[in-house]
């Protein structure tokens, strides 16, 4: 299994620059590779939106509300991906989670087979 940490967030100002970072640690065994890893959003009353995702080959995409202002990016080797929030506004107000898809583990000599989680959240709040 897998857990994913997260840390960052909490009340910013508008025009703020946080950070975000999530952490996936196996609980058993090792991580020996995660595929894709992305942060997604959900405000209150709305669906889980995607922000941003980067590829192990570090390929990168946004959704077109954040471009331009967010930075996605990741170090495979501390399987630890980040997001730079930069001139944040009010409407980005929401939970943020980090995703791991396709994560391979492998545990007592066997390789398990790949599988997604979620981190537990964190909120972000712009206040204006």
């Known amino acids: 299994q897998v857990q994913l940490v997260q840390s960052g967030g909490g009340l910013v100002q508008a025009g703020g620059s946080p950070r975000l970072s999530c952490t996936a640690y196996?609980?058993?065994?090792?991580?020996?590779?995660?595929?894709?890893m992305a942060w997604y959003r959900q405000a209150p009353g709305n669906q889980r939106t995607l922000v941003a995702t980067v590829t192990n080959s570090g390929n990168t995409q946004y959704a077109d509300f954040v471009q331009g202002r967010f930075t996605i990016s990741r170090d495979s080797a501390r399987n630890t991906v980040y997001l730079q929030m930069n001139s944040l506004k009010a409407e980005d107000t929401a939970v943020y989670y980090c995703?791991?898809?396709?994560?391979?583990?492998?545990?007592?000599?066997?390789?398990?087979?790949?599988?997604?989680?979620w981190g537990p959240g964190t909120q972000v709040t712009v206040s204006s």
């Open positions: 995703y791991a898809a396709d994560v391979d583990t492998l545990s007592g000599g066997t390789i398990n087979s790949p599988a997604n989680y």
């Open positions: 196996a609980t058993s065994g090792r991580i020996f590779g995660i595929s894709t």
